[in-house]
């Protein structure tokens, strides 16, 4: 008994491809993406008229499912969801959708083809972060996901409404997986919506480490060669998928009518 229980056991967990019908598909990050918001509500990542998270339409790449402008984070079903295009025309839904959100969301979604999502709020923890006009130190393992895989976004200049600001946004983006927006907030892509809700989760929780980690003294970071392969650990588009995957076991059981 003792040899079984000293031989190390090996788990894998099992991709799941896009579904091959497109309606099948397009449930299936509808009630992701319902779910995250769900889930940012509880974690407080709600205020007021801000906060948006997108995912595209497996069916129509230039569209993306989006939150109505106004619905707290925690009463938002799958029914609720709006389709909207790159144009801005709402597709799906008789509500009015955030046009910050709209701008930034439509930038980066023609951007990047290899991103399906993508999150931002005004987490508390990511806007004290990002007045401080730095990027993440590598100081736990779990912050050596966002290790030179994510950058800044400067300076602030207001609320995202310009076309050319979007535009702006996303170049500073580039190929990462976030931005830090100074004096803004967070802001997290993801090949799925699992991935990209979970970056944001993940991110609020790093800078939340490092604020009070730097306020209780001074830090010993991670080294570079160390925390470049933690981030080939920890950092994947499959990790994110399947950290992501207990929160939405949870938050269904929890709040079931969130699929209607």
């Known amino acids: ?8 056991r090996q788990f894998k967990l099992e991709e799941r ?13 509808k009630q992701r993406l319902a779910a995250t918001f769900r889930l940012f509500a509880r974690y407080g990542f709600d205020a007021g008229l801000a906060g ?18 106004g619905q707290y984070f925690g009463t938002i079903r799958v029914s609720d969801l709006q389709l909207v295009d790159h144009a801005g025309n ?8 955030n046009n910050a959100g709209f701008v930034i969301h439509s930038a980066i979604h023609a951007a990047r083809p290899d991103v399906d999502a993508a999150a931002h709020t005004h987490s508390t923890h990511g806007k004290a972060w990002s007045t401080l006009g730095r990027l993440l130190d590598p100081l736990t393992q779990d912050a050596c996901a966002f290790y030179e895989d994510h950058a800044l976004f400067d300076p602030f200049t207001g609320v995202v409404l310009d076309e050319s600001e979007g535009t ?6 580039g190929t990462r997986k976030a931005l830090i927006l100074q004096n803004h907030g967070l802001l997290t892509v993801g090949t799925t919506i699992e991935a990209a809700a979970w970056w944001f989760i993940a991110m609020d929780n790093a800078a939340h ?5 730097e306020a209780a003294g001074k830090p010993i970071p991670i080294a570079p060669e160390t925390a470049r392969h933690t981030a080939t650990q920890v950092g994947t588009e499959r ?6 995957a207990p929160l939405y076991d949870w938050i269904v059981s929890a709040e079931p009518d969130l699929l209607d």
């Open 209 to 213: 480490a490092q604020l009070l980690a």
């Open 168 to 173: 702006r946004l996303a170049a500073t983006l």
């Open 90 to 97: 709402i597709l799906v839904g008789n509500r009015p959708i």
């Open 1 to 8: 008994m003792s040899e079984i229980l000293d031989r190390p």
């Open 17 to 29: 491809p896009p579904a091959a019908d497109p309606a099948v598909e397009r449930l299936h990050r």
């Open 52 to 69: 948006h998270v997108t995912v595209r339409d497996p069916e129509f790449p230039s569209q993306f499912w989006i939150n109505p402008l």
């Open 239 to 244: 990790g994110g998928t399947f950290s992501f």
